[in-house]
């Protein structure tokens, strides 16, 4: 079945340090591929998404680009703040339809 | 444009005991799908609503059921609970034919 594995957290960070965190998943056909946040508290807000190989979303800084070839969704963002502070699911929609599988989570900190 | 709305926020159970948690959708959406978060886990599907039908459902037991309403809005139910039912439970809206999920706050239930 559709799967998907998140770089193990915590990530822990200067503000403007540069974040990378990985994304790879397994699904059969052509899945669409969502970062979404989650502050403290709250439910998840989308971040960003990508519905074909090389698609790159981006929003707020933030960037993945949709690689098939390596099965990676990796998020990106040049310099970080730390009001970015919060947990980063990645998901994907496969071919069962209206199912999101998402991973297991990044804990993100951000000092000053 | 009010966005997915959930109630209640929390709520506290003891086992065996029965539980309804409520969600509106997005304006202009017609499909309903609900997530289950354990703490300090990524989102788990349960099941998806449609035209008023189940129409996906997640490796959850019977004792999770649901139910949408004409105007959209849908309910989730868990009989006989457990201790390992405490979570956060998420509602997510979309329009059929469309990728993206939008989600509400969700309802903390702890089951004592």
């Known amino acids: 079945g559709d799967s998907v594995t998140q770089m193990e957290g915590p990530v822990t960070l200067s503000e403007e340090a540069f974040l990378t965190i990985n994304c790879t998943y397994t699904?059969?056909?052509?899945?669409?591929l969502f970062w979404y946040v989650q502050y403290p508290g709250e439910g998840l807000q989308l971040l960003l998404k990508?519905?074909?190989?090389?698609d790159k979303g981006s929003n707020k800084g933030f960037e993945a680009t949709y690689r098939k070839e390596t099965t990676s969704f990796h998020l990106e963002k040049g310099s970080v703040q730390v009001s970015d502070s919060a947990v980063y699911f990645c998901?994907?929609?496969?071919?069962?339809?209206?199912?999101?599988?998402f991973g297991q989570g990044t804990i993100l900190t951000v000092h000053p | 444009d009010a966005g997915v709305t959930q109630s209640p926020t929390h709520l506290i159970k003891t086992r065996g005991q029965q539980v309804t948690l409520r969600c509106s959708p997005k304006?202009?959406?017609?499909?309903v799908s609900w997530y289950q978060q354990a703490l300090g886990q990524g989102p788990q599907f349960i099941f998806q609503?449609?035209?008023?039908?189940?129409?996906q459902r997640g490796n959850f037991p019977d004792r999770f059921s649901g139910h949408q309403f004409p105007n959209y809005s849908s309910e989730l139910n868990v009989n006989a609970l457990l201790l390992g039912d405490s979570a956060l439970y998420l509602c997510?809206?979309?329009?059929?034919?469309?990728?993206?999920?939008?989600f509400g706050p969700g309802t903390r239930l702890t089951v004592l």
């Open positions: 609503y449609y035209e008023e039908e189940e129409r």
């Open positions: 997510a809206s979309s329009l059929a034919g469309k990728d993206t999920q939008y």
């Open positions: 304006s202009g959406h017609d499909t």
């Open positions: 998901a994907l929609l496969g071919t069962s339809y209206g199912k999101l599988t």
């Open positions: 990508a519905t074909k190989a090389d």
């Open positions: 699904a059969t056909g052509y899945p669409s």
